[in-house]
């Protein structure tokens, strides 16, 4: 059964009656391009097929009610609030992300109340964006009963900053724009190359199977205690950096400027700047590739790019190192964390006839560390965000 389908059949179990609609958003890889995003640069995500449903109908007041399915089949009921009293760290829990969506909204005109139940199969803690799927589905969802049923590329730009607003400032995670903006503005096959700050989007093709190749996702399902206050404290690293840089963001140090840039800066900061402006032309390295169809030749830039972020950024951990130098060590071409660090997934790309002996090297070698067995599945580029046809 399709998440859409779960939620809709959820939606009849908590309410007795169809919902008005269903809208859902995927999760997201991220091919290249890791912690650019608040630094005004470059990222190449795409959606996965794994999608965060959330269906839902008006009411007639200005309550928000929120149910959700677990995997274990039950389903759990937030508190429900009033959307002119919500107010950031009001709400607690899982339930903060569609409260502060509906916060956001609140100031474009979206005050009516909803019964929302959102089901879905995006991994959560696996760095994913699991949490940006369920807050453009919940978007979409509030929009749609509002009226707006299909924005467009631009609007979903503008939607995917209201969402990111409402993780940021709602419920106090500090993270950029990239999550959101790919759930939404992501296409089927391709990647979608992204600068952050123009917001110019392209979406460049990426056919893996078509040149043999397969991105392996290994769920490492680990997630450190420290992941959001280690991502934290970089962001505020990088915009130190470039306060004392005399530039308005990371993204205009470039690769010719580094060297003089590092001699600047204090030892902790020096670190952080090379793996952004390092990270960034990786980024555009990796889109030339892809634009000539070579997605075999990226692979040392994705390897490089782990080295980078374990190195300089220091921001992975034992498990996903295992999973990249094995993979690497196995047979794939280029293998690297994706996500926010401190656990979660890393990605391999990998020829179609050594996946699964990838996936197995993996496998074993998590088991003779003693790590908890990882998840593995080949990720593809997927739709975005959409109101789904039950």
Same mark, same amino acid.
């Given at each position: 059964?399709?998440?859409?389908?779960?939620?809709?059949?959820?939606?009849?179990?908590?309410?007795?009656?169809? !919902?008005?609609?269903?809208?859902?958003?995927?999760?997201?890889?991220?091919?290249? &391009?890791e912690h650019t995003d608040y630094n005004d640069g470059f990222v190449l995500p795409f959606a996965l097929p794994h999608r965060l449903a959330a269906a839902a109908s008006p009411r007639t007041d200005q309550v928000l009610t929120v149910s959700t399915l677990g995997s274990d089949g039950r389903i759990q009921e937030?508190?429900?609030?009033?959307?002119?009293?919500?107010?950031?760290?009001?709400?607690?829990?899982?339930?903060?992300? !569609?409260?502060?969506?509906?916060?956001?909204?609140?100031?474009? &005109?979206?005050?009516?109340?909803?019964?929302?139940?959102?089901?879905?199969?995006?991994?959560?803690?696996?760095?994913?964006?699991?949490?940006?799927?369920?807050?453009?589905?919940?978007?979409?969802?509030?929009?749609?009963?509002?009226?707006?049923?299909?924005?467009?590329?631009?609007?979903?730009?503008?939607?995917?900053?209201?969402?990111?607003?409402?993780?940021? %400032?709602?419920?106090?995670?500090?993270?950029?724009?990239?999550?959101?903006?790919?759930?939404?503005?992501?296409?089927?096959?391709?990647?979608?190359?992204?600068?952050?700050?123009?917001?110019?989007?392209?979406?460049?093709?990426?056919?893996?199977?078509?040149?043999?190749?397969?991105?392996?996702?290994?769920?490492?399902?680990?997630?450190?205690?420290?992941?959001?206050?280690?991502?934290?404290?970089?962001?505020?690293?990088?915009?130190?950096?470039?306060?004392?840089?005399?530039?308005?963001?990371?993204?205009?140090?470039?690769?010719?400027?580094?060297?003089?840039?590092?001699?600047?800066?204090?030892?902790?900061?020096?670190?952080?700047?090379?793996?952004?402006?390092?990270?960034?032309?990786?980024?555009? %390295?990796?889109?030339?590739?892809?634009?000539?169809?070579?997605?075999?030749?990226?692979?040392?830039?994705?390897?490089?790019?782990?080295?980078?972020?374990?190195?300089?950024?220091?921001?992975?951990?034992?498990?996903?190192?295992?999973?990249?130098?094995?993979?690497? #060590?196995?047979?794939?071409?280029?293998?690297?964390?994706?996500?926010?660090?401190?656990?979660? =997934?890393?990605?391999?790309?990998?020829?179609?006839?050594?996946?699964? =002996?990838?996936? #197995?090297?993996?496998?074993?070698?998590?088991?003779?560390?003693?790590?908890?067995?990882?998840?593995?599945?080949?990720?593809? !580029?997927?739709?975005?965000?959409?109101?789904?046809?039950?």
């Amino acid at each position: 059964m399709s998440s859409a389908s779960e939620a809709a059949e959820a939606f009849r179990s908590v309410h007795g009656r169809a !919902p008005a609609g269903v809208w859902s958003a995927p999760g997201r890889v991220n091919l290249i &391009g890791e912690h650019t995003d608040y630094n005004d640069g470059f990222v190449l995500p795409f959606a996965l097929p794994h999608r965060l449903a959330a269906a839902a109908s008006p009411r007639t007041d200005q309550v928000l009610t929120v149910s959700t399915l677990g995997s274990d089949g039950r389903i759990q009921e937030a508190e429900p609030v009033t959307i002119p009293d919500l107010r950031p760290g009001g709400v607690d829990g899982w339930s903060a992300y !569609p409260a502060g969506v509906a916060w956001v909204l609140r100031d474009h &005109g979206v005050e009516r109340g909803a019964d929302v139940v959102l089901a879905g199969d995006v991994p959560t803690g696996a760095g994913l964006s699991s949490s940006a799927a369920l807050e453009c589905a919940v978007a979409l969802a509030l929009l749609g009963l509002a009226g707006e049923d299909d924005p467009g590329l631009e609007r979903r730009a503008e939607i995917a900053r209201w969402a990111q607003r409402a993780e940021n %400032d709602f419920v106090g995670v500090p993270t950029g724009v990239l999550d959101q903006t790919a759930s939404l503005c992501c296409a089927d096959g391709h990647v979608l190359f992204l600068d952050v700050r123009s917001g110019d989007m392209e979406q460049v093709p990426f056919d893996a199977a078509a040149a043999g190749l397969r991105i392996l996702a290994i769920d490492t399902r680990v997630k450190h205690a420290h992941s959001e206050s280690g991502y934290g404290e970089r962001r505020k690293g990088t915009e130190r950096a470039a306060d004392l840089l005399g530039v308005k963001a990371l993204r205009d140090v470039g690769p010719d400027d580094l060297a003089g840039a590092l001699a600047r800066l204090p030892a902790d900061l020096g670190p952080l700047v090379r793996h952004i402006v390092t990270e960034n032309q990786r980024v555009l %390295d990796v889109v030339a590739l892809l634009r000539d169809g070579r997605i075999g030749d990226i692979g040392p830039l994705l390897a490089a790019s782990h080295v980078s972020m374990r190195d300089d950024y220091r921001i992975s951990c034992p498990e996903l190192d295992l999973a990249v130098d094995v993979a690497n #060590a196995s047979g794939a071409l280029g293998a690297r964390m994706t996500g926010g660090g401190f656990g979660g =997934t890393a990605i391999a790309l990998v020829p179609e006839s050594a996946v699964d =002996t990838v996936e #197995a090297a993996v496998m074993a070698a998590f088991d003779r560390a003693g790590y908890r067995a990882p998840r593995a599945f080949v990720a593809v !580029p997927s739709p975005g965000a959409r109101r789904d046809e039950l």
